[in-house]
């Protein structure tokens, strides 16, 4: 017998809770039903909150009269289109997530605390009494009152509060007062569009290279109404921006709008410098974690009301509710930073972008110089169109590799001889040089020269990074800051650095070429936009001769005039536990070498190692980033790990170690049972500790599950982690699912 409630039309709402279900509700008494997608406040328990329509039904579980009715509609219009909410429903089942916090990621802040889908501007204007009190002299005690009366009695009709602000500081008090004396009045008025103009002159086109011209034809001349994704793989230099740039031409010029993806705040300002110099006319808006809640939600409105029709931003800009949407591009597709990796919401959204593509049935473009072996395994399978830029851009040659064999060379703090000797040679001949080291900090460790005691984290199973300069021990992985002691605490002897990172290495060039000018890149240094910008600027107008930094410094920066890179430490990549490692370092160096011998001089890349005979280096040196893919991508096949098979990694968290491995037994003891009802085609390795089992005084374990099938692999997802859920060891740890792990901890 059916018991479900039929209904004329029933609300059926996300709202953000951890809770795996959407929740039915009735519609408002009066008015239109609201659309899909559409933000409301709805009775939640004992309070209001703020919940998206997913569907509208005509049948619900829940008893007529139990069901409650909607509070307030928020949106004359939904806050997503059809599409976009289809690609936050799907997201939803791909990542195994509650809808209501897959969407609550999608808004800005704001938004999701119920601001208004339109922007709105405070005004202030006179009234009647006071334009009569202005002529008869009022006030006459208040210098501030009678400033701000006299302004707003010339205003035509109202001034705007920020106007006020920058003419009057400290107007505030005055108007309340005027307000309170029925002088003066505040209203909202809608605010003009947040999208940015460039003010600069159009620039002139550069002339294509011959694989430019036809990446380009070939991209334009496929249907502009159809998915299809191309991978864009060209060298570091190749020119991949000016494809870009003149696919956009074509998008705009059609009427329709352009996202473009990258990966770190830090490539932000130099992409939307190029593309506002190619489109001064064009509207465009930036969303990044960078902005202010405010400036972030005045730039998604102005995507939503389509006044921009271009938007440039990071990770979470795929969400970015842009209406008639015709192209999309993903610049340095492989780069980690693009999967969301901590917290609750665990996407790629170089993988969302790929699927909202196909929901709106547009061109993608995933561009990168060392394309990921998931993006190239695509490729081979035909789902992606490969397009190869072998050369680079205005006859510019390809970087000299070399490496430096350590065991054969004298060292000083991380710099071997033959660098330091080839970096004079390169600053006497006018270039610049680019030195990588990943690791923060002034050294790595702080070790005791008697008893051996090493600097520990207290809350984590990691050693504390020194940083000399601010003479304080911090840990990297939970932020835990004290102070650089001067003997060891153990026994009292004297504390010596042991090993290299981004502030020793500054230090170290800068006794080795004293009067040299000398910019560092990295987290420590570089924590907004504009300090990366002033950075930028530095090297870019050549008052810093030497740029020492970490990954920062190769993700997509185009400095002409270096001449060399050194890359200090390639072998912290080659033994690594996780599978992925190999594939990371050979991107690094390649993108390192890629900043090197960008201009009219050719440019040489020296690689530090203790293993020259590493089939890794050998491989990249010999045969370039495609030989290594190709050896990667057979090793990867040989042992069943992705792209030749699927992977989700449960992870959990606890005060006690024996509570997060006991919570994964527990989800592995059902997961066994249904392999044995012949219902599970995966295989689970682990429970394990992580690599680093303590981090910020809670202890994290993993259990992963493989499969040759992805429908195989979701199937049981859907299946399991309901009953994970009842499990009463849940109750004892933190835990979430990653669907496509990128680090197996």
């Given amino acids: 017998m059916d ?79 059809d599409a976009l909410l289809k690609l936050l429903c799907w997201a939803g089942d791909y990542y195994h997530h509650p809808l209501g916090e897959v969407i609550a990621t999608a808004l800005p802040k704001l938004a999701r605390e119920g601001a208004s889908l339109a922007a709105r501007r405070e005004v202030w204007a006179a009234t009647a009494a006071g334009r009569e009190a202005h002529r008869a002299g009022e006030p006459t005690r208040a210098p501030k009152q009678r400033r701000l ?14 106007t006020l602000t920058a003419e009057l500081p400290g107007w505030r008090d005055a108007a309340r007062a005027l307000a309170t004396r029925g002088w003066a009045s505040a209203a909202e008025a809608p605010a003009p569009s947040a999208a940015i103009v460039s003010n600069a002159a159009a620039a002139v086109l550069p002339t294509l290279s011959d694989e430019q011209a036809q990446a380009v034809e070939r991209i334009s001349h496929a249907d502009p109404a159809t998915f299809h994704a191309w991978l864009l793989h060209g060298i570091t230099g190749s020119g991949k921006t000016e494809i870009y740039l003149r696919l956009a031409a074509d998008t705009l010029a059609r009427g329709r709008r352009v996202l473009v993806l990258v990966p770190e705040i830090g490539l932000t300002p130099q992409l939307v410098g190029r593309f506002a110099a190619r489109f001064p006319d064009v509207p465009y808006a930036v969303l990044h974690s960078g902005l202010t809640d405010g400036e972030r939600l005045a730039a998604w409105r102005a995507a939503h009301d389509g006044s921009a029709r271009l938007v440039l931003g990071t990770r979470s800009a795929v969400f970015a509710p842009l209406p008639d949407l015709g192209l999309l591009i993903v610049d340095e597709e492989h780069d980690p930073s693009f999967k969301q990796q901590e917290g609750g919401f665990r996407y790629s959204a170089r993988d969302l972008a790929v699927v909202r593509a196909q929901i709106l049935g ?26 190869t830029l072998s050369r680079r851009a205005a006859a510019a040659r390809p970087p000299v590799l070399r490496l430096l064999d350590l065991r054969a060379e004298r060292v000083h703090a991380g710099l071997s001889t033959t660098a330091v000797t080839t970096m004079q040679q390169h600053l006497a001949d006018g270039g610049q040089i680019l030195v990588y080291i990943n690791r923060r900090g002034y050294a790595p460790t702080l070790a005791c ?58 230090e170290t060039l800068g006794e080795t070429f004293p009067g040299v000018s ?60 996780d599978f992925r490692a190999a594939e990371r370092l050979a991107q690094t160096i390649v993108q390192v070498a890629g900043r090197a011998g960008r201009g009219e001089r ?46 989700a990694a449960l992870r959990a968290s606890a005060l006690q170690a024996a509570h997060a491995i006991a919570f994964l037994e527990a989800a592995r003891a059902i997961a066994a049972e249904s392999m044995r009802r012949g219902e599970a085609p995966v295989r689970l390795l682990g429970p394990a500790p992580a690599a680093m089992a303590r981090r910020a005084d809670r202890h994290h374990a993993q259990l992963l599950i493989e499969s040759t099938e992805r429908s195989a ?7 399991w982690l309901p009953q994970i859920e009842t499990l009463p060891a849940a109750r004892r740890v933190r835990y979430a699912l990653d669907v496509d792990p990128l680090e197996l901890f």
């Avoid at 004329?8 to 279900?21: E, F, G, N, Q, W």
């Avoid at 547009?362 to 397009?387: D, F, K, M, Q, W």
């Avoid at 990074?465 to 009292?492: E, F, I, K, M, S």
């Avoid at 692999?713 to 299946?719: D, G, N, Q, T, Y």
């Fill in 602 to 647: 050719g440019g040489l890349v020296l690689i530090q190692t203790e293993y020259p005979e590493h089939p890794l280096l050998t491989s990249l040196l010999d045969g370039g980033y495609d030989a290594f893919a190709k050896t990667a991508l057979e090793e990867r096949r040989a042992a069943g790990w992705p792209p030749f098979a699927r992977l």
């Fill in 362 to 387: 547009v061109p993608i473009v995933l561009g990168s110089a060392t394309p990921s072996l998931e993006t190239l395994h695509n490729a081979t399978l035909g789902r992606y169109t490969r397009l």
């Fill in 713 to 719: 692999l979701h199937r049981f997802l859907a299946a």
């Fill in 149 to 162: 009366l006299q302004r707003l009695v010339a205003a035509p009709q109202t001034v705007d509060a920020d």
């Fill in 518 to 577: 000398i910019a560092r890149l990295d987290r420590d240094v570089v924590r907004h936009s504009d300090e990366l910008e002033a950075v930028m600027t530095r090297v870019a107008s050549g008052a810093a001769r030497i740029l020492v930094g970490t990954q920062m410094v190769a993700k997509g920066h185009d400095f002409p005039a270096v001449t060399l890179a050194v890359v200090l430490n390639a072998d912290q990549g080659l033994f690594n536990t």
């Fill in 3 to 81: 018991n479900r409630t039929v209904v004329k039309s029933l609300l059926r709402i996300a709202v953000d809770t951890p809770l795996r279900r959407t929740f039915d509700y009735l519609p408002p008494h009066e008015g239109e039903v609201p659309a899909p997608g559409s933000r409301l406040r709805v009775p939640f328990g004992n309070r209001l909150v703020i919940g998206v329509v997913v569907s509208i039904e005509s049948q619900s579980d829940v008893p007529e009269d139990k069901l409650k009715r909607i509070s307030e509609v928020i949106d004359a219009h939904p806050v997503f289109d």
């Fill in 449 to 506: 020269t008697a008893c051996g005691w090493i600097a520990p984290c207290q809350a984590c199973d990691a050693r504390m990074t020194v940083y000399r300069n601010a003479a304080r021990l911090r840990c990297h992985h939970c932020g835990a800051d004290r102070d650089l002691p001067r003997q060891c605490p153990t026994c009292g002897y004297a504390v010596k650095t042991v090993g290299q990172g981004t502030e020793r290495v500054e």
